[in-house]
């Protein structure tokens, strides 16, 4: 399977890819529209034995009708989940979308427009046509990538603009997350050619176009990037900005700054500068402060010699971020992370972007009284982040490096890739004030010897791109034989005590729990953060005393953690995030019950016992530090 994936690709499109120009978010401003090209697409799946009858064939030069049957497909959405046929749901390989769009006659009446054509995201593997050519490819789920395209709609104006998406979620051992092909050649037990993909992360590996896709226009001479760091002193807030062009030699380039009321509190002219705020209104997390989430907006004005113009409006969070040896500070006062794990899953839908999910979601969390989550296992859409930014949620925003357990992944090509990955990631997210920490994966096999050098590289690497930010990765390996950890700020370990060691036995808890969090920090004198624990819950099953897998029992994990996290929180622990916010799907298996049911909710959003025992807890902390505005006292319901 890798084979045909990369005799496509080598044919088709050659070896992608490196990391150029910027990845703004795409907003529209006087000088930008945006049009999106959301809804149904036609779409197949490429069965044939070796999935390359759609390169062969050229799928991408026709309408797609024209070279075989097509079916109805929700953009965005996971493909997997949307029909009743099991053989989508589970299949591996190409799979084509297209679409036709009338791509607006001012647009390209204008010469001076710049039309861009912008994928949010497609797992894993996509090459993207225009009107039959080939304007892009790239590797990687979550994360967005586009292409110039006035070159070759202008040459059809007119007519109708084809854009056919071809995807492949074939995992192998250097893409991120890794996985294998594996080929069951006997064929007293098995189809000729039978193949199955084996993972070694715990959920379902959905693909499609999980994002929207959209049509975005900036001026010839535009604004690429815009850099943006933080900091304050006393009252006086500073931003710390750069701006990158395109399209011209000499910009003059405007800042303005300005407050929630719109009114313009500090200017600065040319590329690169600093902004000085006084009276700053800092970005403080939720719970933390009474005005959590303040956000400026940054106004950008570039004027090209040309006269051309361009405009982009960022919001601006003040805030910054440090770690001491024992601390996690936010804006110089300790931050403790109580908050969640989540995952982009739903029914139907799988990872597909879903504003109702998103909403509801941020409802819980603040129901909840959880502060922070961790984007586990992958970026999360943009507009999460944003989201993020405006309710003052903080993110420790991971990369999708999960189920490295395979020592070929941690030789060079798995390298270069995760590190282009980490720059991606940097790109789309450095300018977000919620994200305060970078995680470059979930637990890797970190005691195999070639993980002391990958993660050195990677690390540093992730710094070097964002020196404001601290990095880490999350551990499940020993404290005495990770070799990873040297190089991280912060150490994050997950642990599943009377679950996976022990099943059922709850009272072990607290002796192990203790032994773990003495054994990191004194071995690194890190702030160490639990970034997972917990029990699945089969919603609904009960028994006391309590049992695996009732709701009881899940509880009692949770109750019988947090004793040992009071203990230590004042100490060096500085966060506990629950696994999970929610059910999810899995692949199938004999441990997993449709999906891991280690939700506080189930997948549907409604509470299981647990989701109480946390909302109880979380709000006491909150209400702990004392800077709890009246409005935000615990609601004793
Ligand atoms: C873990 C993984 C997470 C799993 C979880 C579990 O350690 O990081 O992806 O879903 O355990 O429930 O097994």
């Given amino acids: 399977m890798w084979l045909v994936k990369l005799a496509c690709l080598a044919a088709v499109c050659g070896r992608c890819v490196s990391v150029s120009g910027g990845m703004l978010y795409p907003r529209e401003s006087p000088s930008r529209e945006r049009k999106e090209l959301d809804g149904l697409w036609s779409f197949r799946a490429d069965f044939s034995p070796d999935r390359s009858a ?78 039959g050519v080939k304007v892009t490819q790239h590797e990687g789920g979550h994360l967005p990538f586009e292409a110039d395209i006035d070159g070759v709609i202008r040459k059809d104006v007119g007519l109708p603009c084809r854009i056919t998406i071809a995807v492949n979620n074939t995992l192998d051992l250097h893409t991120l997350p890794p996985g294998t092909i ?15 993909q084996n993972y070694n992360f715990d959920f379902f590996n959905y693909a499609g176009i999980h994002r929207s896709v959209l049509l975005y226009t900036t001026p010839k001479a535009y604004i690429d990037d ?81 006269g051309e113009s361009d405009v982009y409006m960022l919001p601006v969070g003040i805030r910054t971020v440090k770690v001491t040896s024992n601390q996690f500070l936010i804006n110089n006062k300790p931050f403790y992370f109580h908050g969640v794990n989540k995952h982009e899953d739903a029914d139907v839908r ?99 010897p070639p993980a002391g050098f990958y993660f050195k590289q990677l690390v540093a690497h992730t710094k070097s791109l964002d020196p404001a930010r601290p990095v880490t990765y999350i551990t499940d390996s020993n404290f005495a034989r990770d070799l990873g950890a040297p190089y991280v700020d912060v150490i994050c370990v997950n642990s599943y005590f009377s679950w996976y060691h022990d099943p059922g036995h709850l009272e072990v808890i607290p002796i192990q729990l203790n032994t773990q969090f003495d054994n990191w920090y004194g071995k690194y004198q890190k702030p160490v953060i639990q970034s997972e624990y917990g029990a699945d819950a089969v919603p609904g ?97």
Avoid at 182 to 196: C, E
Avoid at 279 to 298: C, F, I, K, S
Avoid at 597 to 609: I, L, N, S, W
Wanted: charged share 20%; with cysteine; aromatic share 14%.
């Fill in 350 to 448: 799988g990872k597909g972007f879903d504003w109702p999910l998103i909403v509801k979601d941020f409802n819980l969390m603040k129901w909840m009284g959880a502060n922070s989550f961790r984007t586990s296992h992958y970026p999360y859409a943009e507009e999460i982040l944003q989201m993020a930014d405006r309710h003052g949620i903080v993110v420790i925003d991971e990369c999708p490096g999960v189920g490295i357990k395979d020592i070929r992944s941690f030789g060079n090509a798995s390298l270069a890739h995760h590190l282009i990955v980490m720059e991606e990631l940097v790109r789309r997210d450095k300018n977000h004030p919620s994200v305060v920490m970078w995680s470059v994966a979930n637990e890797p096999a970190a005691e195999m």
């Fill in 182 to 196: 594996q080929y069951l050649n006997d064929h007293t037990k098995y189809p000729a050619g039978y193949f199955i």
């Fill in 226 to 306: 815009i850099t943006v760091d933080t900091n304050f002193s006393d009252s006086t807030g500073f931003v710390f900005y750069n701006v990158s062009v395109v399209g011209s030699a000499k910009p003059t380039v405007k800042i303005s700054l300005s407050g929630k009321d719109g009114r313009c509190v500090s200017t600065a002219n040319g590329i690169s500068g600093v902004l000085k705020v006084p009276d700053v209104n800092l970005w403080w997390p939720y719970l933390m402060h009474e005005n959590a989430g303040y956000l400026y907006t940054m106004e950008v004005q570039l004027t090209a010699e040309s």
């Fill in 54 to 131: 759609g390169f062969t064939q050229g799928w991408f030069k026709r309408p797609l009708a024209e070279t075989g049957p097509v079916i109805d497909m929700a953009v965005p959405s996971s493909f997997n989940d949307i029909t009743q046929d099991a053989e989508l749901r589970d299949f591996i390989g190409w799979v084509w979308y297209e679409k036709e769009v009338w791509v607006p006659t001012r647009w390209l009446q204008d010469k001076g427009t710049r039309i861009v054509l912008r994928v949010e995201s497609a797992h894993y593997y996509s090459v993207v046509w225009v009107n």
């Fill in 541 to 637: 099953l009960h028994n006391d005393p309590p049992m695996m897998f009732t709701e009881e029992y899940q509880k009692r994990v949770l109750q019988n953690y947090h004793k040992v996290f009071d203990q230590k929180r004042k100490k060096f622990v500085v966060g506990e995030l629950i696994w999970n916010f929610a059910d999810f799907m899995t692949a199938q298996g004999t441990t997993r019950v449709v999906g891991n049911k280690k939700g506080m909710f189930t997948r549907q959003r409604q509470p299981k016992a647990g989701a109480f025992i946390l909302r109880e807890r979380y709000w006491a902390i909150a209400n702990e530090t004392g800077v709890l505005p009246t409005w935000a006292k615990y609601p004793c319901l």
